[in-house]
């Protein structure tokens, strides 16, 4: 089953954002480290270029994602033009926040402070710590902080002790996700609201591209003889070993699915990025994902671094 998810305030968010952004000088993007093209709403990413907005590309929750993978996204971001790119984890833990500042004070030179501050929109989507950046920039708590999507439902004006000028919008997303492989991650990611998607679902494909990608990661976690099963089999034999069993010896299939998606968010698993730069270009050149089945049912198939340039 496919996974869409644009709940009604979004639709408003969207005018919105679309009538905001011919007033500010620049965006800031947040994206998760973990899946940073599919992070990244092409609404957003419409708007922007209409302007001529650039960008500070923010990858959070980067402690959660494969740093080597994390890293290869830096420099692949860093070729777009008009655009700086930071990585910061996923507590928001920001060790140095005036990298942003002065990250963005770079993008647009000609806002000078004082009677000229720059004016930066903060955009992305749900559930992606939008909330946690500002409050860290801000360095008091202005924006309620959640781990479930859909909170921000309303824009709303900050002005940091440096002058700059934030606006703060609710996580968007778009009308179509067209991708199945997109759908199931974003779900994965607890980027989708959990009424959207069937966690039993998420957590079969879950399964299934984890033993393709990180086989030893929950060879051991989930004690799995057999890695080439397919993703239905895998969650089975994964269920009984959290110990997810009913009478009759039947298993508990939402118990173990949130499990297992709980593990994932939850780095228990450890640090695991769902996507590469390279599988971007796979898109581009319109090829499909290779796992894109992956054992779901044909019924239902479907710390902030050193990184600026």
Not at 27 to 34: C, H, Q, S, T
Not at 70 to 99: S, Y
Request: charged letters at 25%; proline letters at 6%.
């Amino acid at each position: 089953m496919a996974i869409q998810w644009f709940p009604g305030h979004m639709n408003k968010a969207k005018k919105q954002i679309a009538e905001t952004m011919a007033k500010v000088d620049m965006v800031i993007e947040v994206l998760d480290a973990r899946l940073p093209r599919i992070t990244t709403n092409p609404l957003i990413h419409e708007l922007r270029v209409h302007r001529q907005r650039p960008s500070l590309k923010i990858l959070n929750k980067a402690d959660l994602a494969d740093p080597k993978v994390t890293a290869a996204w830096v420099q692949h971001f860093k070729q777009e033009a008009n655009t700086a790119v930071l990585t910061m984890d996923e507590a928001g833990k920001l060790r140095d926040t005036a990298k942003v500042l002065a990250a963005c004070r770079q993008l647009v030179p000609h806002r000078t402070g004082g009677e000229k501050p720059v004016r930066a929109m903060i955009l992305g989507v749900p559930n992606v710590g939008k909330s946690t950046l500002i409050n860290a920039l801000a360095k008091r708590k202005l924006a309620k902080v959640a781990d479930t999507p859909g909170v921000t439902q309303s824009q709303q004006r900050i002005e940091l002790p440096d002058g700059t000028i934030l606006v703060d919008t609710p996580g968007m997303m778009w009308p179509k996700i067209a991708s199945n492989n997109d759908g199931y991650k974003l779900a994965l990611s607890g980027t989708i609201g959990r009424n959207a998607f069937d966690a039993e679902e998420v957590a079969w494909y879950a399964m299934g591209w984890l033993a393709l990608h990180y086989p030893e990661v929950i060879r051991g976690r989930y004690k799995l003889p057999d890695l080439a099963a397919p993703g239905d089999v895998l969650f089975e034999q994964a269920a009984r070993a959290l110990g997810c069993v009913q009478s009759g010896n039947r298993i508990d299939a939402q118990k173990a699915a949130e499990r297992i998606l709980t593990d994932f968010r939850a780095a228990t698993l450890g640090r695991i990025s769902l996507e590469r730069p390279a599988d971007s270009l796979d898109l581009d050149l319109g090829e499909d994902e290779p796992d894109a089945h992956l054992g779901v049912p044909d019924a239902q198939a479907g710390t902030l671094d050193e990184a600026q340039p």
